[in-house]
Structure formats: C-alpha cells, structure tokens
C-alpha cells in the first residue's frame, strides 16, 4: 500500500531554517507529482509547493524566494528546504501525492516558528 513519512520538523527561531524529508512507498515515485500542504491552527490546509514528475516546481506566494521543493528518486524522497522561516509558517506539514481519485497523505510533521 502507499505510505508517506515526514521528519524533519521541529520548533526554530525565526530567521531559521529546516528541512523537511518525505519518504514514499508502494507508488512509482518517478512518476508522479508530489507536494507539500501546511495547516496553521485554525486555518484550512494549504498547498505550499509542488514538483511535478519533470521537476518543475510551483509555490504559493507567501514562500518563494525562501522555500525550495526537491526530489530524489533514486531514494522515492521528497524534500521541503525552508529558510527565513517566519511565524506564520507554523503548522503541520503533510506530504501528499495526487493520485486519483482521493491522493495520499502523510501524518504530518510539526513546524513550530517562535522565539
């Protein structure tokens, strides 16, 4: 069956940085477009970056120039590189694959930015 694990959260001052792994199973990763959500307290889930299986790579607006979505595909692993990390990026990190008809997620990772 598909299986999505996250690491890599953790609290960090702001200004700092993190970076996020999702490791995938039972899919065939290459083939596939793969993407990071956030969920803030109180807030609805987000899309905050993808990368398509061409490795082309799309970002919301509050993130780029900061966040950097990567893949390696010899490791089925996804990559969430996140730097000047601001309060409003606290949340719950999942990692998600489209596939029809309902996609994939994982458990989520905790990203808390505080001082």
């Known amino acids: 069956q598909v299986q999505l694990v996250e690491s890599g959260g953790g609290l960090v001052q702001p200004g700092g940085s993190l970076r996020l792994s999702c490791a995938a199973s039972?899919?065939?990763?290459?083939?596939?477009?793969m993407q990071w959500y956030r969920q803030a307290p109180g807030k609805q889930r987000e899309l905050v970056a993808r990368i398509s299986s061409d490795g082309s790579t799309r970002y919301v607006d509050s993130v780029k120039g900061r966040f950097t979505i990567s893949r390696d595909n010899a490791e089925n692993t996804v990559y969430l590189q996140m730097n000047n990390l601001k309060p409003d990026d606290t949340g719950v990190y999942y990692c998600?694959?489209?596939?029809?008809?309902?996609?994939?997620w994982g458990q989520g990772t905790q990203v808390t930015v505080s001082s």
């Open positions: 998600n694959v489209p596939i029809p008809p309902i996609g994939y």
């Open positions: 039972g899919i065939i990763f290459s083939g596939n477009a």
